[in-house]
């Protein structure tokens, strides 16, 4: 599975964005497609995730309420829809996918087996 992600940039706070994550090869044996976000010297921290079957989506409690995860099978393609953003959500924001050996610790980024490249967001206040 290759992950592309897109639509970070410069915004300024209370503003939203839509990151894109578009998904190639064998995405039907995934469990979980996931969002993480790093910044600078802080370690990666688990930002929402969705199941690639079925209707569950997870959300950090940073995050809930505001950002909302989604997926398009059809395209491929997840999506983090970012609303009410804050100097504090100012990081690269990656995309994942697992194997298909997750269970019940998508919030965990060792489980994960794909990764995108990456894309910046910054939110200035």
């Known amino acids: 599975v290759q992950l592309q992600a897109s639509g970070g940039g410069l915004v300024q706070a209370g503003d939203s964005l839509r990151l894109s994550c578009a998904a190639s090869?064998?995405?039907?044996?995934?469990?979980?497609f996931a969002w993480f976000r790093q910044a600078p010297g802080k370690e990666r921290e688990f930002v929402a995730a969705?199941?690639?079957?079925?209707?569950?989506?997870y959300h950090a409690v940073s995050v809930r309420g505001r950002f909302f995860i989604s997926r398009n099978n059809a395209k491929d393609t997840v999506y983090l829809q970012m609303n009410s953003l804050k100097p504090e959500d100012t990081a690269i924001y990656y995309c994942?996918?697992?194997?298909?050996?997750?269970?019940?610790?998508?919030?965990?980024?060792?489980?994960?087996?794909?990764w995108g490249q990456g894309t910046q967001v910054t939110v200035s206040s």
């Open positions: 994942a996918a697992d194997k298909g050996s997750l269970s019940y610790d998508y919030a965990d980024h060792h489980g994960y087996d794909y």
């Open positions: 969705v199941r690639w079957r079925g209707s569950p989506t």
């Open positions: 090869g064998h995405t039907s044996s995934s469990n979980y």
